[in-house]
């Protein structure tokens, strides 16, 4: 008989508060941990700590751990060298080199006074005192973890198409954290802070995902009887892969990991996730029978227009020739997402 988990959560996280009249309430940067895993990013790591370092005087407190998973360039050299700078900065070693085994080890050899864990990506630079923000919504909310929104922006013309379609419906399917501007208590979202108990709780990340770990952890924190809360005060900006071969590998990872998800828990597929895969066999099955009958292209024709039709309404609104690659990041997105999906599925849960 499978055994449910009720998650505890400590008496200054119980209250159960409206989301749009929170408590005001300041968290000690001596109860904050930040975790930051890392593999090779001496491009990044540097501005991304500093981003996170600077502001509130609270952060002098606050604990910042970058896990690494074995860099071969220099990023540890230059993490050694910044805490001269910032004696609260610590460099451990993750051997298993996922971050879902960097952030799980940090949680678990944190000091007892660390109640609240902020997760960052090292190829990221953060607005100002966004860790103690992260922090302060915890605390106001009552809640077991806090998500917030990501913007996307690009640099070269594929990746400011990608941005521009990624947080439509039509390139993430209207998830509430892509660009979403409304908080609310969500299912998932893009992990910024924990309560590090209940985070521990739930047993952490799993170690066998190497990717969606964080939405299969936010299925375990709900069903355990924990609170995710989407404050879209708190944003992040990123920028979206580059080329189109580096977003299909994206996506494919991201299939086989919504894949694993649902079947670890016995879960349906939501209407949005349905729609990418049913569209991929829509048009192999219309290519199939298209030398037999020529309605077989109608399928594969509705969907090439309708991604047309993305392109040319993404060129006017921006009124750049780059929206013209919209269409072919999204479809880039549907088609790898779903190849990967039916991979997993047709492999089950093995690796």
């Known amino acids: 008989m ?20 929170p408590p005001a309430r300041m968290i000690a940067g001596a109860d904050v941990l930040v975790v ?35 860099s071969t360039d220099r990023t540890r050299v230059i993490v050694e060298e ?22 799980n080890l940090a949680a678990r050899e944190a000091a007892p006074a660390r109640r609240i864990m902020v997760r960052c990506d090292a190829h990221a630079i953060y607005p100002a005192n966004y860790v103690m923000k992260v922090a302060d919504a915890l605390g106001s ?9 990501m913007d996307a922006v690009g640099k070269t013309c594929f990746q400011k198409a990608n941005a521009w379609i990624v947080d439509t419906p039509l390139g993430s399917g209207g998830s ?30 799993d170690e066998t995902f190497s990717h969606n770990e964080d939405a299969e952890f936010d299925t375990r924190l709900v069903e355990a009887g924990g609170q ?13 892969r580059a080329t189109m071969r580096s977003l299909a590998r994206q996506y494919f990872n991201y299939g086989k990991g919504r894949a694993r998800t649902l079947m670890k ?10 729609i990418p895969p049913a569209t991929l066999a829509a048009c192999v099955l219309g290519f199939v029978i298209a030398p037999f009958n020529a309605w077989g292209l109608l399928l594969p024709g509705i969907y090439l227009a309708a991604l047309a039709a993305a392109s040319l309404l993404v060129t006017v609104r921006y009124a750049s020739l780059c929206g013209l690659m919209a269409g072919p990041a999204s479809a880039t997105m549907h ?6 999906f039916f991979r997993q599925i047709l492999k089950g849960q093995r690796l």
Not at 142 to 148: D, K, N, P
Not at 335 to 340: D, E, H, I, P, Y
């Open 2 to 21: 499978a055994m449910k988990m009720t998650l505890v959560l400590d008496a200054p996280f119980v209250e159960l508060r409206t989301v749009n009249t």
């Open 36 to 70: 930051v895993p890392v593999l090779n990013e001496e491009a990044h790591i540097e501005a991304c700590l500093r981003s996170l370092m600077t502001g509130d005087v609270r952060l002098r407190d606050t604990e910042v751990v970058v896990a690494d998973g074995g």
């Open 82 to 103: 910044l805490r001269d700078e910032f004696p609260n900065l610590r460099l451990i070693n993750n051997s298993k080199r996922l971050q879902s085994a960097a952030v």
């Open 141 to 149: 909310r009552g809640v077991a973890s806090v998500v917030v929104p």
């Open 176 to 205: 509430a954290h892509r660009g979403g501007r409304k908080s609310m208590y969500v299912n998932h979202g893009h992990h910024a802070g924990f309560d590090l108990k209940s985070f521990l709780q739930v047993g952490g990340y």
């Open 228 to 240: 995710i809360f989407l404050d879209a005060d708190i944003r992040l900006v990123y920028l979206p």
């Open 265 to 274: 828990h016995g879960e349906k597929p939501r209407l949005r996730q349905l």
């Open 335 to 340: 088609m790898s997402w779903s190849a990967g």
